[in-house]
């Protein structure tokens, strides 16, 4: 994976998308694998970093991305699944 860009919600269903508590630069894309459609939640500072690491890697089964319903500042976003527990 390119280091440009971190899936956060990997083959995730396209509804996360509409949680607002997410990352401003957080993008949905979706793409064929497999024959199968596939959603991934990613993050990145710039659009043409997702559009390189999927095309990549999937060529002609990239179909699109678009921006997710996310307000948060993405510098005090902090991932609720890999939230540290305090001691």
């Known amino acids: 994976m390119s280091s440009k860009i971190k ?3 990997p083959k995730c269903d396209p509804s996360l998308a ?9 993008y949905l ?3 064929m694998e497999e024959g199968q459609v596939c959603f991934d939640i990613v993050l ?8 390189d690491h999927y095309w990549d890697n999937y060529r002609e089964g990239f179909i699109n991305f ?9 510098k005090i976003w902090e991932d609720p699944l890999n939230k540290k527990q305090k001691k």
């Open 7 to 9: 899936i956060i919600r």
């Open 44 to 51: 990145c500072s710039k659009k043409v970093d997702i559009f």
């Open 66 to 74: 678009k921006q997710t319903e996310g307000r948060t500042n993405p």
């Open 18 to 26: 509409q949680d607002k508590s997410l990352p401003c630069t957080a």
């Open 29 to 31: 894309v979706e793409y």
